[in-house]
Structures are given as C-alpha cells and as structure tokens.
C-alpha cells in the first residue's frame, strides 16, 4: 500500500505541529505549503539588520503540561538555580518541575530563557502597574482629584447600575464606575478592536474580563494590608504576582524553525512560497488543494488523504469547490479580522524615568507597555531587549517594537513606511517615551488578519463550523483556522488532537473545538 499523505496549508505553530506530530506518531506523509518565506505564522520573529522582533509579545505559556514538554523538548530550558525550576503560570493552574542542568544561555543557541514578566500600563505620562493594583503608588499617580472622581462614579454605579448590560462600555462602567473605565480601559480597548466600546457587545467583555471587579482588589488590598507579612510570603500570592513565561533565546521564530528543521530532517517537506487558493471536493471529501507559485504565478493541484487547515476560514470557504450551501458562504464571507502593524524603532536611549532609581536615560525593566495615551495611535510598546539580550545587535541601544492597530485598507495601513516610521518616532516623543535626536533605525512589519473578531457574521459562525465538519478528511486547526483567539499552546494543542483523531479513527471534531472552549486566560486579560 502506498503511504499516505498529509497535504498542511501554512507553516505557522499549528500545521508545523501538525506535521512534527504526523512524522512522530504516524506513517503519513506532511506536505506543508506554505505562502510566505518564513515559517512561524503570527510567531513569527523578523531579523533587521541584526535586531530581532516579533509581531507581538509572545510569550510561551501554558496550562498544557504537554505542551510545555513538547516546547522544552525542542528548546531545553536555561539553567539557573540550583535545583531545578518550579513552573508556575497564573498561580494555582500549573506546576512543572523542571531539573538542572539545563543549557547556559551564554553558550547554547538551543534554549529557552526563563523570564519575568513585567508589564505597565503608560497613562498621564507615567507608568502604573498591570494588572492594576489598589496601592499608594496608583493613588499617587492619578493623584487626590481623581481618585474622587473615581470613587464617586465607582459608588454611582453600584446604586445606579445600568439594568441591561448593552455594551461592553456599560459592561465596564457597571463593574469599576466611568472615570476607572475612561482611566484605564476605554482607549487602549478601542485602539485594538478600532471601534468605539458602546458599540461592542457587553458579552464581549463577559467574555474577555471575567473575574475582574473593583470588589475583588478591595477584598485583595484590605487581605493583603491586614496580614501583612505572611500573606505576601504564602505561595498564593507569590505565585500570582510574581508571573513568568519561557520564551526561545532567538525569540518566538525559533521554536518553530527549530520545529521546521526536524520536520524536514525526518522526511517532512515543507514548500514555501506556495498559497493555497481552492480545495477540491468530491461529495464530502477534500481530494486536492489548489495552489498558486506566489514568484511565478503559476498554479499546482496537490493531492492527499488529509487536509489540516491554518488558512483564515474566509478564505477557505471562497475556495471551497462544489455546492456549498449559500448560508455558509455568505457566513464565511462576513468574518472580520483586526490587521497590526508593528515598527521596529531602535533608540541610542528612553527618556523614561526608571522607578528603581529614579534616573531617566537607563532601561526600564518592562517587556511591553500598554498605551493608554489617548492623543496617540500608538496601542502597545514593546522592548525587546527585556526578552532576550540576543533580539538587540549592540546592548546599548534599545529595540522597541511599536503596535498599530488597524484595519487592512485603512488610512494607518495604507501610510508609506517612511511615514509610518516618522509617525512612531514622533509619537514617541510626544509622550515623553523618547527623544527625538535618539531615534537611530526602523523597520514597518504589515501582518494581516492577527484578531479574528468575534462580531458581524461570527454570530452564525455555527452553520460554518458544522458545514465544514462534515469532510471527514479535513482538520481545521490553529487560530484563523478555527476564527478563534487561540494562542500557540492552543494552536498547538488542536493539531495534536486532529493527528489523535486520525490515528484512533475518530471523525467528530468536536474535541478539536473545546480546545479554548472556555479557558479564562488569553495573551490578553
Ligand atoms: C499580537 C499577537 C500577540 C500574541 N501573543 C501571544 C503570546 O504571548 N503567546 C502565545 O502563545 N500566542 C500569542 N499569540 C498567538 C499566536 O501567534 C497564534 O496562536 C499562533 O501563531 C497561531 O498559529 P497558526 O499556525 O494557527 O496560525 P498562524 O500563525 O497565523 O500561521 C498560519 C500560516 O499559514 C500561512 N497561510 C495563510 N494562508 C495561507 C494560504 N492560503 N496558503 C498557504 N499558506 C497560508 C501564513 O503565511 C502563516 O505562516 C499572539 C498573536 C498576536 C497576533
């Protein structure tokens, strides 16, 4: 009998999983195609004359066990203490322990760094913690005016609350009162999605912030005041406050060109610079995908067993030949996607004022920082020499990845590099961040399709989602591939199941859905 084979549309996280996960447990063969000149999709890292960047921060975190082996299979993790790593993620959910020796990060390419995770909120030009915390530091910040404007609104939501929750504005002001909302949420919120928080849906933030109110940091801030000493040693709080995520020495990319390597070295093939555009049927099995040379423009049919999908379901249902039903197409057709674009913009230094001694000049110990600065489009500021000292070619600069978010075809994506970089030195400089006769390089990275957005047609998503699961030969995996927030373990984790299903002769999809189905945590909270 002749071998199988897998035909894999993209080489982000999830079909090179798909693949890595097909050559270790299976006899089938991986054909990856992939668009673009890169692997890793979305974690992906970019190399600018020596300074490395990521779309966005990624970090490696997971709740999955198997995941975080299968990361640290690849990429071992660094040495450091003696005795080895305790692994916690977002305190109670995860546990690993991790042995000595590992891999000296100064010496091994191959190695994951351990890091903690610092991350601020930029606001009034200074930097308050995130997650928020009830502290004097906050309170000194926004200063006495504020904060009784704060604790009116706060009281006039409790006794006047909106009845029904409409939108995610009055979701918001119901549970911290207006001025918390116009403080802290409402402009980085609408800098993401791109349109005004009362016209998202309350069930949206439902959704997204579950678990957060006023009333739970009170209760945190009075446990913490009260117990003094102990409480802040016991492991509770050590472990969710002291949050820290694993992350490859050569940035996110390497994982997945590693991963890339030893698919190929075990007899994977993965074909670059080869979109897919259709997928034929026969009845209800996929039995080829079209595809075009992306240089050459000339068009392939690829045939195969199975089909694992990381392309935006939009553009696979367009693709999809045979009587697709009308409803599903015009579902498909109306999912929405969020676009980023990220500058890389080396600096000689910040002008920010590091807390630790006062000074400006040095290195703020952030990995990014939240912008909440309304006068700027400017959404979220990266500074990867926090993530490791090998994304910066010369230690004395800083390497800052500035996030745009926008909308393919708008006025933002549409600017020219030259004006894209102008536009981030200066906003930059307008928020006090840099100062302009420090700005050295740049670069402008365009990724499309980064948020699948959960409004608009999503609402139907069902019909697609049941339509497609009908071919029993093809996997939807990973995060467009499923129009779902899936981060890189999910992404993962849904590949791997596919692969399951496969060997068991499973034909349901269903456990590859409840991946994510209802975890509380995303990159974002
Ligand atoms: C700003 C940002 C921050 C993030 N932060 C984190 C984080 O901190 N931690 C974390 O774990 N995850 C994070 N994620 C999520 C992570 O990037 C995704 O979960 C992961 O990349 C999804 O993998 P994927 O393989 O499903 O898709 P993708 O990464 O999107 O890869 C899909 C691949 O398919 C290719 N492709 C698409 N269409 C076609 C076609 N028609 N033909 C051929 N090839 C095609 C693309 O070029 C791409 O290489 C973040 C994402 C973003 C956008």
């Given at each position: ?130 997650p928020i915390?009830l ?14 404007r704060i604790g009116?609104s706060y009281l006039q939501s409790l006794?006047?609350p909106y009845?029904?929750e409409?939108?995610l504005e009055q979701f918001f002001i119901n549970r911290f009162g207006k001025e918390l909302y116009l403080t802290f949420f409402k402009?980085?919120t ?7 928080c ?7 933030g439902?959704?997204?912030v579950?678990?957060l109110s006023i009333g739970k940091a009170l ?307």
């Open positions: 009998m002749s071998k199988k084979t897998a035909i894999i549309i993209g080489a982000g996280p999830a079909g090179l999983t798909a693949a890595y996960e097909l050559l270790e447990k299976t006899d089938i063969h991986p054909i990856i195609l992939e668009e673009s000149d890169q692997v890793g999709g979305l974690a992906k890292t970019v190399n600018h004359h020596g300074n490395r960047m990521d779309v966005g921060p990624h970090r490696f975190f997971s709740k999955s066990d198997r995941v975080v082996e299968w990361w640290l299979r690849l990429l071992p993790l660094q040495a450091t203490t003696p005795g080895g790593h305790t692994i916690t993620y977002h305190g109670r959910h995860h546990e690993l322990q991790v042995a000595n020796p590992g891999p000296d990060p100064q010496s091994e390419d191959r190695v994951m760094l351990m890091i903690k995770r610092k991350t601020r909120i930029y606001f009034l030009r200074k930097l308050f913690d995130y915390r502290s004097w530091d906050t309170l000194t910040k926004l200063g006495v005016i504020r904060v009784f009116v006794l006047l009845r029904k409409e939108n402009s980085y609408e800098k993401v999605w791109g349109i005004p009362n016209q998202i849906s309350a069930e949206w439902a959704q997204r579950k678990g209760l945190h801030a009075v446990r913490k005041a009260l117990s003094g000493a102990r409480f802040t040693a016991s492991k509770q709080v050590e472990t969710s406050l002291i949050e820290q995520f694993m992350y490859p020495k050569y940035g996110a990319g390497q994982m997945w060109e590693e991963t890339a390597r030893i698919v190929r070295e075990r007899g994977g093939e993965l074909r670059h610079g080869c979109r897919v555009t259709g997928l034929k049927t026969d009845g209800m099995r996929i039995v080829a995908a079209e595809a075009v040379n992306v240089a050459t423009g000339e068009s392939c049919q690829l045939e195969g067993d199975y089909f694992f999908s990381t392309m935006p379901i939009r553009e696979l249902v367009a693709g999809l030949r045979g009587d697709v039903p009308k409803e599903v197409r015009r579902v498909a057709g109306g999912l929405q996607y969020r676009d980023l674009i990220t500058v890389g913009l080396l600096v000689h230094r910040l002008n920010l004022r590091d807390e630790r001694n006062g000074q400006r000049g040095g290195l703020v110990p952030d990995n990014w920082i939240y912008i909440q600065e309304s006068d700027v489009k400017l959404g979220r500021l990266q500074i990867f020499n926090n993530w490791s000292s090998q994304m910066v070619a010369d230690p004395n600069t800083v390497w800052l990845g500035l996030e745009y978010f926008c909308n393919e075809g708008d006025d933002l994506w549409e600017t020219t590099d030259d004006e894209l970089t102008h536009l981030a030195a200066e906003e930059l400089c307008r928020i006090d961040v840099i100062n302009p006769q420090d700005v050295l390089d740049s670069t402008v990275l365009r990724t499309k399709k980064t948020y699948p957005v959960y409004d608009g047609a999503y609402d139907h998503f069902d019909v697609v989602r049941k339509y497609l699961d009908q071919f029993e030969n093809l996997f939807l995996i990973g995060r467009n591939g499923m129009h779902r927030y899936n981060n890189q373990d999910h992404s993962m984790l849904t590949a791997m199941r596919a692969v399951e299903n496969i060997l068991q002769g499973v034909t349901s999809k269903d456990n590859i859905w409840s991946v994510n189905a209802e975890d509380a945590y995303h990159e974002e909270k």
